[in-house]
Structures are given as C-alpha cells and as structure tokens.
C-alpha cells in the first residue's frame, strides 16, 4: 500500500476510486485474454470433431479389424501345415 494512503484515511478515500478507475480503463491485458478465450473455443471445437471423427474411424475400420482376428488363426493354422511338410 502506499505510504501516505496507510497512515491517511481520507487519502486512502481518494486514491483508490481512481486507482480502481485506472484499473479498468487499462486495456493492456485484454488481448491477451481474448486470445486465451479463442483458442480454448478452438480447443473445444476440435474436442467435438475428433470424437465424430473417431466414431466415424471406427465405423470404417471396425470390419478391417474383424477380418484380421478371423484371418489370425487361418495364417497361423497355415503356416503350421507348412512347417510340418518341411520338416
């Protein structure tokens, strides 16, 4: 606080309706905070189009994964007839 403001009451009666007038009238951190506010709208936006987009994935690869597992066993059972008949 400032020195004349703690020791005088009625100094401290003037002095902080001004201050809190220049607080206000202060712009130099609303750039900033608007910058702040649009990239967290961004962040939200793109929260809400990568879930679409990841029901969408796995809609597509949902079948290619199916045919994989079944395909698993089919290689392995193959690849075994294969190592028996070298042997």
Do not use: W
């Not at 009238?25 to 905070?33: E, K, L, P, S, V």
């Not at 698993?72 to 028996?84: G, H, L, T």
């Amino acid at each position: 606080m400032h020195p004349k403001i703690s020791s005088n009451p009625a100094a401290a009666a003037k002095y902080f309706p001004r201050a809190f007038c220049r607080i206000l009238d202060d712009d130099r951190g609303a750039t900033a905070i608007e910058y702040s506010l649009l990239a967290a709208l961004v962040g939200v936006a793109l929260i809400f189009a990568l879930q679409d987009l990841s029901a969408s994935l796995n809609q597509i690869f949902s079948p290619v994964q199916e045919e994989i597992e079944a395909a698993i066993p089919r290689c392995v059972a193959a690849n075994s007839n294969c190592q028996k008949s070298r042997n």
